[in-house]
């Protein structure tokens, strides 16, 4: 699961992070793009000398580019993380979205109510966080399965807290 408790449970602070899927890793990028080049590369072995090359360069060369933007910017855009410390008097998370954006959210924990809405957010099982007047979202990246799980270790975690 994209999630990792550290420490394990105990009375010192809990911490824990999400993160979302990564499904091409940076070997990966260089893996696609460079077969990607490779296979431009074939047609363009049978215009050495012919005029047709400088034709087709450009548009081979922008191909490529494009694939290499649309690569980097997916990775950019899924560089999201949150994380939630659990604290005997204190739970607070901090998400750090893409392009360096921070969204911050703290509150007493027994005070913190954590629902999860079959059908009623953006993705089944919306698992968000009440408290301190206002109310969070968890790991909406998460599958469906993920978050039924985290919702219920994380109530067992809050509930030794109380």
Do not use: C
């Not at 360069?57 to 649309?70: G, I, R, T, V």
């Not at 980097?72 to 855009?77: A, E, G, K, Q, T």
């Amino acid at each position: 699961m994209p999630y990792l408790w550290s420490p394990a449970p105990s009375p010192a602070p809990q911490r824990l992070r999400l993160w979302p899927y990564q499904a091409l890793t940076p070997r990966g990028f260089v893996s696609v793009v460079g077969a990607t080049a490779v296979l431009f590369l074939l047609p363009l072995l049978t215009q050495i000398g012919h005029p047709g090359l400088w034709v087709l360069l450009p548009f081979l060369l922008s191909a490529l580019a494009a694939l290499w933007w649309a690569l980097d910017r997916n990775s950019r855009d899924r560089a999201i993380t949150e994380d939630l410390t659990l604290e005997p008097h204190r739970i607070a998370v901090i998400r750090a979205g893409p392009h360096r954006k921070h969204q911050t959210w703290e509150a007493n924990p027994h005070w913190v109510r954590l629902t999860l809405h079959p059908e009623a957010g953006p993705v089944p099982n919306y698992l968000t966080l009440s408290g301190n007047g206002r109310e969070v979202e968890l790991g909406a990246f998460l599958t469906e399965a993920e978050r039924i799980a985290l919702k219920a270790d994380l109530e067992a975690r809050i509930a030794a807290l109380r």
